[in-house]
């Protein structure tokens, strides 16, 4: 498995930064999964640095971001042939950074989630996502991630634009059992109404709201979720983007996103509706081993 890694400057500034707080916990899980990580010059130097990853082998260079590094991780997302083919990427983002906001930065995310593939943004994303591919690959949970999946004190978010709202409600269809575990979940505006509608045709009590809707996302919508995140309120989100349309309250949705990547270490978001189907997948599967 090969996995682009770049992180920006807070997050390996120091001993105790997001990355080398995910190495730590993730570690044994890369080495166990045969994981390849593609990291992006500093990123790479830090960690050598550090002594992050000692004993793994898996661990390549790419150029600095500023030399064309990020561009590198974008094209072979999309795919290059010949073994260089990404099967997805770990960028830990700085809100404030301009540098995640950088045209390469965006198309990075982009193609993730139109090559269905994941691209993991905060720590708790990374942690989750390794502890999950240890779960298809048929190893034992690790009880560190239990916290993770502690669905029951949890709630997550379930965003999807225009026309993504078709997978977001059959993502629910199939996972419902998975997704009311949770102690809550909220929704913008339509998507709420029809996930509960949804909710009511598979026997949720008809005089309760299976999810709590906010507004629409244009008139505000995510911007109160985003709230919900940085107090604390919202532990998870699954996003399900049109990323090949332009959209009048971008600045709404981005703020959404800079919201999760502020509470790194807790909120971990899903950003296709292939990404998160695996994840669900492992979830339950993960659920019937502990």
Not at 140 to 166: C, R, S, W, Y
Request: charged share 25%; glycine share 8%; net charge negative.
């Amino acid at each position: 498995m090969r996995i682009g890694l770049a992180a920006n400057r807070l997050h390996h500034a120091e001993p105790d930064a997001a990355l080398f707080r995910w190495l730590r916990a993730s570690g044994d899980g890369l080495r166990a999964l045969d994981v390849t990580l593609h990291a992006v010059g500093r990123t790479f130097d830090a960690i050598v640095e550090q002594r992050a990853l000692d004993g793994h082998a898996g661990l390549v260079r790419y150029p600095n971001g500023r030399d064309g590094g990020l561009m590198k991780l974008v094209a072979e997302v999309v795919g290059l042939g010949d073994g260089r083919t990404l099967d997805g990427v770990v960028y830990l983002i700085d809100p404030v950074d301009p540098s995640s906001i950088f045209p390469e930065a965006v198309a990075l995310k982009r193609q993730c989630v139109i090559q269905g593939k994941p691209f993991l943004s905060t720590v708790a994303s990374a942690r989750d996502w390794v502890e999950c591919e240890r779960i298809h690959a048929g190893l034992a949970p690790d009880p560190g991630a239990d916290g993770l999946h502690a669905f029951e004190t949890q709630t997550v978010a379930l965003i999807a634009h225009d026309a993504m709202k078709p997978q977001m409600l059959d993502f629910v269809d199939r996972h419902f059992a998975l997704l009311s575990r949770f102690a809550g979940r909220v929704a913008t505006g339509t998507t709420g109404q029809r996930l509960n509608e949804l909710a009511w045709r598979h026997g949720w009590p008809s005089d309760q709201a299976w999810t709590q809707r906010f507004q629409s996302g244009p008139l505000g919508g995510d911007a109160q979720i985003a709230d919900r995140v940085l107090d604390g309120r919202c532990q998870r989100a699954v996003f399900f983007e049109d990323p090949h349309v332009a959209r009048q309250h971008e600045a709404d949705i981005q703020l959404l996103e800079r919201a999760v990547t502020t509470v790194t270490d807790t909120v971990a978001c899903l950003t296709s509706p292939a990404v998160a189907d695996r994840w669900a997948q492992a979830a339950a599967r993960r659920a019937a081993m502990v």
